[in-house]
T-cell receptor, first 115, second 118 residues
Framework: SAVISQKPSRDICQRGTSLTIQCQVD?????MFWYRQQPGQSLTLIAT?????????ESGFVIDKFPISRPNLTFSTLTVSNMSPEDSSIYLC????????????FGQGTRLTVV | AQSVTQPDIHITVSEGASLELRCNYS??????LFWYVQSPGQGLQLLLK??????LVQGIKGFEAEFKRSQSSFNLRKPSVHWSDAAEYFC????????????????FGQGTILTVHP
């Protein structure tokens, strides 16, 4: 399995500010994804983080609100911009190693509270 | 677009009792199906997966699931529940025709919270 480290594990932020979440993997992975889990809700895919190019966003998510970077095969960041209380969620990084695994591995998540 | 429904938001069972968590999916082609478990403060852990072949799949921790195409279901079962099984369980579907991304771009159900009474 892949070992995934997400930082921070939790944070409380003021509305209008931005938070950058980091996802570090212990081995090179083919694909990296970011999910959001709103309180009492299921997980929703935000975007696929592409190495060296712009992320691919799912319907309802835009780059201005959730800019994503992936400078190499083991690291990605998700920024939650101009936060509002509705952004309070758990954000999870997920990785996939094609040709090695047929399952995605998930980080422990970042619990974000916006006040 | 694919979708997943977990009809039971919360299930309570006694330790040692059998368990079945329901999952129904909607997808036009062959789905890739997964069950994940999330314990408090933990990430998601894969219990089992189905891609093709034998419709009864075995997973970790004594769990199994049966794929029934005619019912669009992928229910999770365990013959005897342990207190440590208390957690939230998610059924997920990946697009079967999306190549490798099928395993990673997942649509999740709402989750079922399992409480285990001693």
């Amino acid at each position: 399995s892949a070992v995934i480290s997400q930082k921070p594990s939790r944070d409380i932020c003021q509305r209008g500010t931005s938070l950058t979440i980091q996802c570090q993997v212990d081995s090179q992975v083919t694909m990296m994804f970011w999910y959001r889990q709103q309180p009492g809700q299921s997980l929703t895919l935000i975007a696929t983080a592409n190495q060296g190019s712009e992320a691919t966003y799912e319907s309802g998510f835009v780059i201005d609100k959730f800019p994503i970077s992936r400078p190499n095969l083991t690291f990605s960041t998700l920024t939650v911009s101009n936060m509002s209380p509705e952004d309070s969620s758990i954000y999870l990084c997920s990785v996939l190693r094609l040709r090695l695994n047929t399952e995605a591995f998930f980080g422990q998540g970042t619990r974000l509270t916006v006040v | 677009a694919q979708s997943v429904t977990q009809p039971d938001i919360h299930i309570t069972v006694s330790e040692g009792a059998s368990l079945e968590l329901r999952c129904n999916y909607s997808y036009g082609a062959t789905p890739y199906l997964f069950w994940y478990v999330q314990s408090p403060g933990q990430g998601l852990q894969l219990l089992l997966k189905y891609f093709s072949g034998d419709t009864l799949v075995q997973g970790i921790k004594g769990f199994e699931a049966e794929f029934k195409r005619s019912q669009s279901s992928f229910n999770l079962r365990k013959p005897s529940v342990h207190w440590s099984d208390a957690a939230e369980y998610f059924c997920a579907v990946g697009a079967g025709n999306a190549g490798g991304t099928s395993y990673g771009k997942l649509t999740f159900g709402q989750g079922t919270i399992l409480t285990v009474h001693p």
